[in-house]
């Protein structure tokens, strides 16, 4: 017997009680049997047109799903992180490096902050840790580079990425204020 086809869920799929998938393709609907033995090659080449792929469904991701780190631009500062390091401290992959002095006023601010976006696990342990909300994690999904380098981010390039996905952070942060 041949293995059932994994169909994602999307708007336009609709799954019936006797694991018939409906498909909408245009104005009309296609069902699709995933655990129907093949009969022919006609069968096989029109059940795989009914597959949805990933860039089909990149634009509808899922909300909570985050990407690319950022650290926010808070209070018009440019580091609103106190050196708390509680993110460093609660990050499973070791992913981030803290390093902080003590300025004239009595405040501590980071003097280093980088992330080896190779370790990181997009886990969101240091979005949630954080009590000023100077670290979230943005909408960037693509992190393709050329050289390993590229992926080591420091304070300049974290504050760059928040300037450059501003309005798509506060969105994610206003919409996730219920649960903070």
Request: net charge negative; proline share 4%.
């Amino acid at each position: 017997m041949v293995n059932p086809l994994r169909l994602l869920s999307s708007p336009t799929l609709r799954s019936l009680s006797s694991g018939i998938v409906r498909y909408k393709s245009g104005g009309s609907y296609l069902e699709v049997n995933p655990y129907k033995e093949l009969s022919s090659w006609g069968e096989l080449t029109e059940r795989a047109a009914h597959h949805i792929f990933w860039t089909e469904l990149r634009d509808h991701s899922v909300p909570d799903l985050e990407g690319n780190m950022l650290y926010a631009d808070i209070l018009q500062e440019k580091s609103a992180a106190f050196a708390c390091k509680l993110c460093e401290a609660i990050c499973p992959a070791q992913a981030i490096t803290i390093e902080a002095e003590e300025r004239s006023d009595g405040a501590r601010r980071t003097t280093r902050y980088d992330i080896d976006m190779t370790k990181c696990i997009y886990c969101g342990l240091c979005q949630e840790a954080c009590p000023v909300d100077a670290i979230v994690e943005g909408p960037n999904f693509e992190f393709s580079t050329e050289t390993h380098e590229e992926l080591l981010y420091n304070k300049e390039k974290l504050l760059n990425n928040g300037d450059k996905w501003e309005a798509e952070i506060a969105a994610n942060i206003e919409a996730d204020y219920l649960y903070r």
